[in-house]
């Protein structure tokens, strides 16, 4: 491994520190088999030349409600709660045009959505122009909102689950701007149950 020339004492003086984080370094330092001063030097740098290194604020994304993966449900907009995702995860969205939904149902399983998961979506104003063909989208039927793969056929739309007990829909292609969103992520959220 790789290490730059260990710093002088009078660097490391400079330090500024606090006691919780020389003791946090001193960990890091014992287990990483380094010497502390190297790390206490390093971060000391790290904080000096912090606004070069900042991270992104995260996306605020509103988890609105449920949406099937399955048969349709009602679709209802109440905001749950604002979900904090990091900006990597969605590189190329504009805040404004995010938001999420808790999948209901198993209909796509085979894409790694299950029922309990939460699905972060793009809006979609023109989803011949920002979705390709096989994108998963949720979907408005009837006032029902149902998350499917969309796949542009000659004379129709077809909604297509990821699970075979699930029937393919087909819609009128002037049905097409029933699209809401396209999926861009899907978050799994755990239960942590103590153990006995």
Same mark, same amino acid.
């Given at each position: 491994m790789f290490m730059s020339s260990t710093p002088s004492s009078k660097a490391v003086q400079k330090s500024s520190l606090?006691?919780?984080?020389?003791?946090?370094?001193?960990? +890091?330092?014992?287990?990483?088999?380094?010497?502390?001063? +190297?790390?206490?030097?390093?971060?000391?740098?790290?904080?000096? +030349?912090?606004?070069?290194?900042?991270?992104?604020?995260?996306?605020?994304?509103?988890?609105?409600g449920s949406i099937a993966a399955g048969v349709p449900i009602v679709a209802e907009e109440n905001c749950e709660r604002v979900l904090h995702i990091p900006r990597f995860f969605l590189p190329r969205v504009k805040e404004e045009d995010c938001f999420a939904l808790r999948v209901r149902g198993e209909s796509m399983v085979g894409a790694c959505i299950a029922d309990g998961d939460i699905a972060v979506l793009e809006k979609v104003r023109s989803p011949r122009e920002q979705m390709l063909n096989g994108d998963i989208g949720a979907v408005l039927i009837n006032n029902e909102a149902t998350l499917k793969r969309v796949c542009f056929v000659e004379d129709s739309v077809e909604l297509r689950a990821e699970n075979p007990r699930f029937k393919?829909?087909?819609?009128?292609?002037?049905?097409?701007?029933?699209?809401?969103?396209?999926?861009i992520l899907s978050i799994r959220e755990f239960?942590?149950?103590p153990l006995e």
């Open positions: 606090s006691d919780r984080d020389r003791e946090m370094v001193d960990v +890091f330092a014992e287990y990483l088999e380094y010497r502390s001063e +190297f790390l206490e030097y390093r971060s000391s740098k790290v904080k000096e +030349f912090g606004s070069e290194y900042s991270v992104p604020k995260p996306v605020k994304v509103p988890l609105l393919t829909m087909v819609l009128d292609p002037s049905d097409i701007n029933l699209v809401q969103g396209r999926l239960e942590h149950e």
